[in-house]
């Protein structure tokens, strides 16, 4: 049995940074595609930051690059998302997600943490 477990949301003010841990177990993240997506009321889920060896670097959508920053422990089994520079249009529940080959598609990714709140005040 996969899960997929978060960590690390909060209230942070704009400018500010956050990171946020999730912990697998049943897979190894290592050989799986990971990913940070977010979702804030009223809007779709939209992918944010992907990893994997398929592909030479990590992925970042248009609006966080240079500003989060995925990684992940092997060992630890666990993939972490660094966000700097945090803006109030960030305010989301960030979800990770496990995919069995690289895609960015919601759909195409088979298991899925909780979620954790991230709250960016102006």
């Known amino acids: 049995q996969v899960q997929l477990v978060e960590s690390g949301g909060g209230l942070v003010q704009a400018g500010g940074s956050l990171r946020l841990s999730c912990a697998a177990s049943?897979?190894?993240?290592?050989?799986?595609?990971m990913a940070w997506f977010r979702q804030a009321p009223g809007n779709k889920r939209t992918c944010v930051a992907v990893i994997s060896n398929e592909i030479s670097s990590p992925h970042y959508g248009d609006d966080v690059k240079g500003r989060f920053t995925i990684s992940r422990d092997n060992q630890k089994n666990m993939v972490f998302l660094q966000m700097n520079n945090l803006k109030p249009e960030d305010t989301a529940i960030y979800y990770c997600a496990m995919a069995a080959f690289v895609t960015i598609d919601s759909r195409d990714f088979d298991y899925w943490g909780q979620g954790t709140q991230v709250t960016v005040s102006s």
């Open positions: 049943g897979r190894p993240v290592s050989g799986h595609t």
